[in-house]
């Protein structure tokens, strides 16, 4: 970690330096993950998560917990092992892929009146999009 923070201090030092911190996370890996994003965000402000292995049967789901307890957005997901399967995260896919094969098949628990289901909340300010609800 002290690497970490000596390489983010010589960035800060560099005019005109992207000051993009993404954090990796492997889809597979489970509250570990949570850890893992505290440790790195007490050492440099991670502005990022990227979910990576999205292609298995690993659902990724740590990273909900990730934006709720540290408010960090999701940026990208590896849904392959080429450099063109990084495509930039999509909130209502992933939730729909969270979820499936969990009942009701296609379309439960969506934004319906008296669907009682899962729905997108955004949050402006923060660009993030967090789950309110269960299908």
């Known amino acids: 970690m002290e ?3 000596k390489l983010r201090r010589i960035v ?3 005019p005109g330096a992207l000051k993009e911190v993404l954090l990796v996370l ?5 509250q570990n993950g949570l850890a893992q994003a505290r440790q790195f965000s007490e050492a440099v402000p991670v502005t990022g998560v990227v979910l990576t292995k999205l292609d298995g049967t690993a659902k990724g789901g740590i990273v909900l917990a990730v934006q709720a307890e540290l408010g960090i957005p999701v940026k990208a ?3 392959g ?3 063109g399967d990084l495509v930039p995260f999509d909130p209502e896919e992933f939730v729909d892929a969270v979820f ?3 009942g009701g098949g296609e379309g439960a628990g969506g934004e319906g009146a008296g669907g009682g289901g ?3 909340i955004d949050h402006p300010v923060s660009g993030v ?4 609800g269960r299908g």
């Open 3 to 5: 690497e970490l923070k």
């Open 77 to 79: 997901v590896g849904v």
């Open 26 to 30: 492997d889809a597979t890996t489970g």
């Open 129 to 132: 999009s967090t789950v309110a």
């Open 81 to 83: 092992e080429g450099a």
């Open 118 to 120: 899962r729905r997108l």
């Open 12 to 14: 800060d030092r560099t």
């Open 100 to 102: 499936a094969g969990e």
